[in-house]
């Protein structure tokens, strides 16, 4: 029993690491990827794209003649009977005609009726003659057909126009995962990467503290020392587990935008300094294109359909025609067998001519024209918002680049300031305060650093959405 209980001691206790070795590493282009096939906002454009392929079929079927079939049967409990006028002479010219075919398949009262108006009866029938048998049985094939219509033709290549709405609406949805993911990926890798570089300082700072309690125990320093350098050891590492609290809030937004499972491990694979490259000289001054913002092409799309929503509307002014055919076959009898069966079949054309429809169609052609000049409008505002965007996402890239070089300047600054003063105070010339400001000065140093590498990556992600580079 121990030995095979050992092994599975062992197995569980090391589940968690085992766990944490197997978060799946994405970088910034694993994590779009992924999101590109897994955001709920990329599924929903592409069911929307499906779903106007559809409209296309919907509409196109409106043209296509149409067949279908009928069938009915009745079985009357109490045949209707029409009662015969007073003199139904003109009964009498043709009655004998009449009573060699259909005669033999009338009910006998029936029967009964024709004879004694056939006879030359002078008042009505009480009881009438019955045209129905009591069993009746229809089936026919009806075929209905489109000869012209203006609307059709100005819907169906409506239908297509929104197919490509709904094209380029999915590369707006491409777009903003793309943007979304990118700056919720960031923000991970600076926490990351802060708390990689508080752990080179809290070991550092180990370090220091450890020489300074042997120095104190030599005579060397004081006890003032030891508890300046304790304080600062404290700080950092509180400040890391603020770090980390952070860094797993921002994994979980960076989860939500890709689409990732919530309760699976995921890691982070890139580095800010590797990730940093050149915005070029074109991104900085050529000239705007505004094409390649799909948000620019969705609205000029959205200014054509309503252009086809104008003509739709004034091809209700003209006429349409339909033509049509019908088949039948239709049986009677008092029952279901000694009946007959008469055959019919006719085809024609129906003509929709509008007159008058108390100006509802002028009421639809202008609204159709008020929205045309709304969709145009928008387009134009988003041309002069595109502008300033660009121009301000070119500002705060060109700004962020002197700001990091400065930042630079001032963190290798403060790392020489920090290893003198380390120097000096190993030497016994040096103080521990000038220590502790020196380190103060570092920290915030690395850390204005890295907060300046991460404002130069946002700024380059946002200069490329805004000239529509992704």
């Known amino acids: 029993m121990r030995t095979i209980l050992g092994p599975i001691v062992l197995l569980l206790l090391a589940w968690p690491a085992l766990a944490q070795q ?114 009746n049985f229809t089936a026919g094939l009806n075929l209905d057909a489109m000869v012209f219509d203006a609307s059709w033709f100005v819907a169906l290549q409506a239908s297509r126009e929104f197919r490509n709405y709904t094209q380029i609406e999915f590369a707006t949805q491409k777009r903003e995962v793309e943007n979304a993911v990118t700056e919720a990926y960031l923000p991970v890798l600076l926490i990351q990467e802060n708390i990689e570089l508080l752990d080179k300082n809290i070991s550092n700072l180990e370090k220091l503290f450890f020489e300074t309690k042997e120095l104190y125990r030599a005579g060397f320093s004081e006890q003032l020392d030891i508890d300046r350098l304790e304080l600062s050891l404290s700080n950092l590492q509180v400040e890391r587990e603020n770090l980390v609290r952070q860094k797993q809030l921002a994994m979980e937004n960076l989860k939500f935008h890709m689409g990732y499972p919530l309760e699976e491990p995921l890691a982070i694979a890139d580095d800010l300094n590797q990730m940093l490259t050149d915005a070029g000289a074109d991104a900085l001054t050529a000239n705007i294109d505004l094409n390649r913002r799909p948000e620019y092409k969705l609205l000029d799309q959205a200014v054509t359909m309503n252009e086809l929503n104008i003509k739709l509307n004034r091809a209700g002014y003209l006429p349409s025609m339909r033509a049509f055919g019908t088949y039948q076959q239709q049986y009677q009898g008092d029952d279901l067998k000694n ?114 590498l991460y404002d130069l990556l946002l700024a380059k992600a946002r200069l490329d959405i805004a000239l529509g580079n992704n």
Request: proline residues 3%.
């Open 22 to 135: 197997q978060a799946r590493q994405m970088s910034l282009e694993d994590a779009i990827q992924y999101a590109l096939t897994e955001s709920i906002k990329i599924k929903n454009a592409q069911i929307s794209i499906a779903d106007a392929d559809q409209q296309i079929i919907e509409r196109r079927s409106a043209g296509i003649p149409q067949l279908s079939g009928s069938v009915q049967y009745t079985h009357y409990l109490k045949v209707p009977r029409q009662p015969l006028p007073e003199g139904f002479g003109i009964f009498n010219v043709f009655g004998q005609a009449l009573a060699v075919d259909l005669f033999p398949l009338l009910s006998e009262n029936t029967q009964a009726a024709l004879t004694e108006a056939l006879q030359g009866s002078n008042g009505g029938n009480e009881e009438g003659i019955a045209f129905f048998l009591k069993n």
């Open 339 to 452: 009946g007959f069966w008469a055959p019919s079949a006719f085809v024609g054309l129906s003509l929709n001519v509008p007159i008058f429809d108390g100006l509802d169609k002028k009421a639809r052609v202008q609204r159709a024209r008020l929205d045309l000049e709304r969709a145009r409008n928008q387009k134009e505002d988003l041309k002069r918002a595109i502008t300033l965007e660009v121009k301000n996402a070119r500002t705060n890239y060109l700004n962020a680049g002197q700001r990091l070089q400065s930042q630079k300047k001032n963190q290798e600054l403060a790392e020489r300031i920090y290893e003198t003063t380390q120097v000096k105070y190993r030497e016994g010339v040096g103080s521990s305060l000038e220590v502790t400001q020196a380190e103060q000065s570092l920290y915030s140093s690395q850390s204005n650093y890295m907060q300046a």
